[in-house]
């Protein structure tokens, strides 16, 4: 298994721009390093949800999704766009 890196960063966007992309692919691909960027409002509202005694799993299901989307979105090689043609 990989070693995983968090990373909190400052800033407001959750998504990830391509040369944040272009770096995860690279950490990925030469060192087999995930790093995993969470930004400080996703930290928050995990926070602050988790003190509600309704949404106590809401951290947990908030990361995995989120590692999910960097695991198939971010890190695919040879993935490759698809072409959506209209029949």
């Known amino acids: 298994m ?15 721009s391509a040369h944040e992309r272009a770096w995860l ?4 691909t030469q060192h087999q390093m995930l790093v995993f960027t969470v930004p400080v409002s996703v930290l928050c509202r995990c926070l602050w949800r988790i ?3 309704m949404r106590t799993d ?3 299901e908030a990361f ?3 590692l999910d ?3 198939r979105a971010y ?7 698809r072409d959506r043609r209209i029949a």
């Open 2 to 16: 990989a070693p995983l890196q968090v990373l909190i960063s400052r800033s407001e966007n959750e998504g990830m």
């Open 58 to 60: 809401y951290a947990e």
């Open 69 to 71: 989307t960097f695991q």
């Open 75 to 81: 890190l695919t090689i040879g993935r490759g766009r």
């Open 51 to 53: 003190r509600n005694a």
């Open 64 to 66: 995995a999704k989120r």
């Open 25 to 28: 692919l690279e950490m990925w």
